[in-house]
T-cell receptor, first 115, second 113 residues
Framework: EPEVTQTPSHQVTQMGQEVILRCVPI?????FYWYRQILGQKVEFLVS????????KSEIFDDQFSVERPDGSNFTLKIRSTKLEDSAMYFC?????????????FGPGTRLTVL | AQSVTQLDSHVSVSEGTPVLLRCNYS??????LFWYVQHPNKGLQLLLK??????LVKGINGFEAEFKKSETSFHLTKPSAHMSDAAEYFC???????????FGSGTRLQVQP
């Protein structure tokens, strides 16, 4: 069964550094998403992406964050100048369609630790 | 705006006994509701979803959930727990006009032998 994959599984970085989290969505999916979960808190939506554009973003997704689909398979989340509070588990997801009832398939997550 | 509340952060059952994980939602519109499960070091796996068809939804691994509009609830049940059911379970809502999913805080299910 096709799966969403994410690399790396764990990333450690120094405060102020840039990180890129990578995801390979399911191949025939058209909608892509990033969510994050700070330890002890709920999973929160960051951004959705369709047709090479951001289609929805949350308040969390400020200028520090960017997303890109650099080729036909990868979907990346870049965090510029990381802060301690960016430490979290970041989940990538994809779906065939973008409606509220369409199933989003999640990857295993990347644990980001900012020191 | 959609909000989802999972009423128990931790549930412990004995193997072979019923499982009940509780979820309430609030939404201005007809919601889409999902239950996902997360095993350690694995992604979030869809158990089942409700999208305004049948109110009783059957999912994988013997789980089912009933949408009750009058109670704004979408509780997850299973008649007989198995050791492999031990995991974190998330009740998740989708709202009309939005792509973002709204997550509950999660319920950790422990299954005792």
């Amino acid at each position: 069964e096709p799966e969403v994959t994410q690399t790396p599984s764990h990333q450690v970085t120094q405060m102020g550094q840039e990180v890129i989290l990578r995801c390979v969505p399911i191949s025939n999916h058209l909608y892509f998403y990033w969510y994050r979960q700070i330890l002890g808190q709920k999973v929160e939506f960051l951004v959705s992406f369709y047709n090479n554009e951001i289609s929805e973003k949350s308040e969390i997704f400020d200028d520090q964050f960017s997303v890109e689909r650099p080729d036909g398979s990868n979907f990346t989340l870049k965090i510029r100048s990381t802060k301690l509070e960016d430490s979290a588990m970041y989940f990538c997801a994809s779906s065939v369609a973008g409606g509220p009832g369409d199933t989003q398939y999640f990857g295993p997550g990347t644990r980001l630790t900012v020191l | 705006a959609q909000s989802v509340t999972q009423l128990d952060s931790h549930v412990s059952v004995s193997e072979g006994t019923p499982v009940l994980l509780r979820c309430n939602y609030s939404s201005s519109y007809s919601p889409s509701l999902f239950w996902y499960v997360q095993h350690p070091n694995k992604g979030l796996q869809l158990l089942l979803k409700y999208t305004s068809a049948a109110t009783l939804v059957k999912g994988i691994n013997g789980f089912e959930a009933e949408f009750k509009k009058s109670e704004t609830s979408f509780h997850l049940t299973k008649p007989s727990a198995h050791m492999s059911d031990a995991a974190e379970y998330f009740c998740v809502g989708g709202d009309t006009g939005r792509r973002a999913l709204t997550f509950g805080s999660g319920t950790r299910l422990q299954v005792q032998p």
